[in-house]
């Protein structure tokens, strides 16, 4: 068997793997239906009224997204963002669907100019992350999902997408179980 300690740290992070894949797997199947409601002004904030017919049409674009029509849903989701800027889920929930569609810069700048207003919504730093790590930026991923972090403590999407980071990416495997 060998250094009994080597297959106690192996076995701990196979099963660690196998339990973050099935999170993996989990968090893609359910797609971007999962965002945040879009009442949530910011991380920290109470929810807010909205008009109905507001969150009728970000309801729909959700859907076009859990059945992957992301063109269907940019074309609800442009004039949302720019009729209700005040809401940054739309904003986020609209570069979700622009990533999809391969127009990652289009969403990191909706991204950027969304968090100007709205820094504490830790749904849109984690994109930002999401973008930097596909680009291949990965100090810029970091930064991102560690603001969205710290802006909200419990955001797991954001330490799930941190860790797998630090793992995969960097290789800092102790980062990644803390």
Not at 99 to 126: C, F, I, K
């Amino acid at each position: 068997m060998g250094n009994p300690l080597r297959y106690l740290t192996d076995t701990f992070l196979q099963r660690l793997f196998a339990v973050v894949l099935c999170g993996a797997i989990a968090a893609c199947a359910g797609g971007p239906a999962s965002q945040p409601d879009v009442r949530s002004g910011s991380s920290n904030a109470e929810a807010v009224e909205i008009p109905q017919a507001i969150a009728n049409d970000y309801a729909n674009a959700q859907t076009l997204l859990s059945v992957e029509d992301y063109a269907g849903a940019v074309q609800i989701l442009e004039p949302l963002a720019q009729s209700a800027p005040e809401y940054p889920a739309i904003a986020t929930t609209l570069a979700i669907a622009w990533r999809q569609m391969e127009r990652s810069d289009d969403a990191l700048a909706m991204l950027q100019s969304t968090l100007a207003v709205h820094d504490g919504y830790a749904p849109g730093w984690n994109e930002v992350g999401i973008l930097h790590r596909e680009a291949g930026r990965f100090a810029d991923a970091e930064a991102a999902y560690l603001k969205a972090v710290t802006v909200n403590p419990d955001y797991a999407l954001a330490h799930f997408n941190l860790g797998i980071l630090l793992d995969l990416y960097l290789a800092q495997h102790s980062r990644a179980l803390v």
